[in-house]
């Protein structure tokens, strides 16, 4: 007899990267049932959440009413409001998009998650991210860090990225705007301090005044290197990121262990995918001097693709989204 699943699927806006993602995971639920010949029931249970705590917690419910076999969860905070009342009602949880599950509370650990959740996490790795600029920069002497200190996505990238540069005697400063309006008064504080290069993790606080300080580091000679290339479209030097059928493979992989092997999702560790290209802005690498077909080899030693922007369309373009 053939298996018939009911599966919710809840983003928490309407919003183009969780659109794509919200659609991979479709995608990947169809080849899934073509392949071990099951009847996903998904599209009477998709949910946006329109970015509203209340109705997430009221969509969980409605979905463990309804004893949906999984949920998948899309960006951090309706993962959060869902959480315990799927857990309650031991459905599990399978999310995508968190950038830092620990620190948001959502799960113990990455390698045994919790009792009815795991997922992929975008996370983004702060000592690559240092790596990556100093292959860039390699006679850096100081670097600067650039983040909110309240931002959960900044918290252990940053500390990475310390880490990593300590262990190679180089010395940081960090400045710590806490609002949009106080970024461009830290960014100038981090180039009086006389860093050779900037690192911003995913950080939302310092991306809302993107467009006002990569101008100004530019103009100081200085790279930014940050999380998202969503960073470069807005003028910054550099963005790290992954692309989405990279992200696609790793949820079929997890997919497959909830609903096929029909693990318990503590023994289904998190997946932290990886951020495999360096996006780079077109016009502030050739206004900072650096030579294109160098700064590729130098990225392609540490294994990190290049790719240069000057438009979303040429990045939607370039990663076969």
Partial sequence: ????????????????????????????????????????????????????????????????????????????????????????????????????????????????PGMYITGTSDSLDGGRLAQVALAAVPDAKKIGLLYNKAEFSSKMPIEEAKDYLTKLGIEWVEANPDCKADVLAKAQYLIEQGVQAVLTP?????????????????????????????????????????????????????????????????DVPVIRSAHTFAAINNQVCEQLGYDKELLKENFAKINMNTMFLDTQKEFDEDSDL
Avoid: W
């Fill in 202 to 266: 995913t950080d939302n606080t310092v991306m809302s005044a993107e467009m006002e300080i990569s101008p100004v580091f530019t103009a100081a000679g200085i790279p930014q290197f940050t999380g998202s290339h969503a960073f470069t479209i807005n003028g910054a030097f550099m963005g790290m990121g992954s692309l989405y059928k990279d992200g696609d493979a790793e949820f079929m992989q997890l997919a497959v262990k909830l609903l096929i092997e029909e693990k318990k999702a503590i």
């Fill in 1 to 112: 007899m053939k298996k018939n699943y009911k599966i919710g699927i809840v983003k928490y806006t309407d919003h183009a990267s969780l659109n794509r993602i919200e659609l991979g995971a479709k995608n990947c639920l169809k080849e899934l049932g073509e392949k071990y010949d099951i009847n996903f029931d998904y599209e009477n249970y998709v949910y946006d959440a329109q970015a509203d705590t209340g109705l997430m917690k009221k969509i969980g419910q409605e979905l463990a009413d309804a004893k949906v076999d999984l949920v998948i969860s899309i960006a951090t905070p309706p993962t959060v409001a869902m959480k315990d009342i799927l857990a309650e009602n031991k459905i599990n949880m399978l999310f995508r998009a968190v950038s830092d599950p620990i620190s948001a509370g959502v799960i113990d650990s990455f390698e045994k």
